[in-house]
């Protein structure tokens, strides 16, 4: 993935917010799509694992690759929600089970820590493997078992059980709920609260539709 920024963001607060969300969104369906089928959009699940294991960003557009398509995955449930349109009931529990889980993340200054310690040891091993290489996504899903598995409060993946169970695929679901976290912490950095997504509904809708 270009490290290079091809397409500037609109340089405000809101857009910032709705593609950090967008991100959120799209671990979610990733993680949906792991344990239902075993397979994920490949540019979606490199997008999650680059803005995850790059933790020194060169700016806000580096983080997702450059440009909004690849967010698309989780622009379109964001649309959705917006546009309070239909959409998979799972992967917005997902979602916004990952917005809580970042809140109870924030008050927790030792495991915010232990992220902070092991996400460039992980980086180090992705300079060395390859961010998709499966070294560094078990590692990645382990940290999640480490740290956020540990809250009373714990995200119930539903799926095939059989994959669900195959080699390496917790690890995957794992690295890919890890990966939300970041964006949802991404979010909250730019000044996105849940309160918005009601009150300010129709300002993240144009930024959307500024973006497309």
Do not use: C
């Not at 995955?73 to 529990?93: C, S, W, Y």
């Not at 095939?160 to 679901?173: C, W």
């Amino acid at each position: 993935m270009s490290p290079t920024p091809i397409h500037r963001s609109a340089d405000d607060a809101t857009t910032r917010q709705a593609l950090a969300l967008a991100g959120v969104f799209q671990a979610a369906r990733v993680v949906d799509e792991l344990a239902r089928t075993g397979q994920a959009d490949e540019r979606a699940w490199n997008t999650l694992l680059h803005a995850t294991l790059d933790t020194d960003p060169e700016s806000f557009e580096a983080i997702y690759g450059g440009h909004p398509n690849h967010l698309r995955q989780g622009l379109e449930v964001l649309e959705a929600v917006l546009g309070r349109r239909q959409q998979n009931p799972v992967v917005l529990r997902y979602g916004f089970s990952l917005l809580l889980l970042m809140n109870k993340l924030r008050k927790n200054d030792r495991m915010m820590a232990t992220l902070g310690q092991e996400l460039p040891r992980i980086q180090g091993q992705a300079e060395h493997f390859g961010e998709q290489h499966e070294n560094v996504v078990a590692s990645l899903g382990e940290l999640y078992q480490q740290t956020l598995s540990n809250f009373k409060y714990r995200i119930v993946v539903q799926g095939d059980p059989g994959l669900l169970q195959s080699r390496g695929m917790p690890e995957r679901v794992r690295a890919a709920l890890l990966t939300g976290i970041r964006f949802a912490l991404l979010w909250h950095q730019q000044g996105g609260r849940r309160w918005k997504l009601i009150f300010q509904r129709k300002a993240m809708q144009r930024a959307l539709d500024a973006l497309n």
